[in-house]
């Protein structure tokens, strides 16, 4: 079997530039870096308000993250290669998708890191800030022993005016049998550091 903890190369080749550029166009505050494991498995979980999302979680580590990402953007040969070579893993976000867990935790055993925004969505209805959250990441975290990272992304994406921030919380062991609470309680992290006001 594959060692899904190697890093994909166009992942690991890619990064330093579009987080470089990601940098220079947002000036993002990024905190709480040090939470982040070295080495070993590891959920990163929060809240999603934009696609550039997932450049905000990579400035905060230079491992290799591996996304669970909507499988439309998968429907093409060339989004296929491209995504897959990524270290992307689809997800089909209208069921609970079997595959993609399975290779979740696959990735997980064996050291690797993944993100996930258990929003599942950016689109929300006016007024609302927070989406409930999908189960998937206390499930993966539950069944592989390994933490959740939370981390809380404040502010809009503006390339003038108030920055972005990312801040990455003390790590979380999903340690009771009641899913949905563990769940909760994640959700409630993540929410409780919310800033209306993210830095200057």
């Not at 690991?12 to 550029?21: D, F, N, T």
């Not at 591996?66 to 989004?79: C, D, G, N, Q, R």
Request: with cysteine; charged share 20%.
């Amino acid at each position: 079997m594959k060692n899904r903890s190697n890093s994909p190369v166009l992942y690991m080749a890619l990064r330093p530039l579009a987080v470089a550029l990601f940098r220079v166009i947002f000036r993002p505050c990024v905190k709480g870096k040090d939470n982040i494991p070295a080495d070993g498995g590891a959920v990163l979980a929060g809240n999603h308000v934009s696609w550039w999302d997932c450049f905000m979680v990579m400035a905060g580590t230079s491992r290799c993250i591996h996304f669970l990402a909507k499988k439309e953007i998968f429907s093409t040969w060339f989004t296929r290669h491209f995504f897959n070579s990524a270290g992307l893993i689809p997800v089909n976000r209208q069921s609970k998708d079997h595959d993609a867990l399975v290779a979740a935790k696959e990735y997980l055993k064996n050291g690797a890191i993944i993100g996930v925004f258990p929003e599942s969505t950016t689109i929300k209805p006016e007024g609302v800030t927070f989406l409930p959250f999908k189960i998937g990441a206390v499930k993966m975290a539950s069944d592989t022993g390994v933490p959740i990272i939370p981390f809380t992304i404040s502010g809009r994406y503006k390339l003038w005016g108030k920055r972005v921030e990312i801040e990455f919380h003390e790590p979380v062991y999903i340690t009771g049998s009641n899913l949905a609470e563990e769940n909760e309680k994640l959700r409630e992290r993540v929410i409780s550091k919310y800033k209306y006001e993210a830095c200057n």
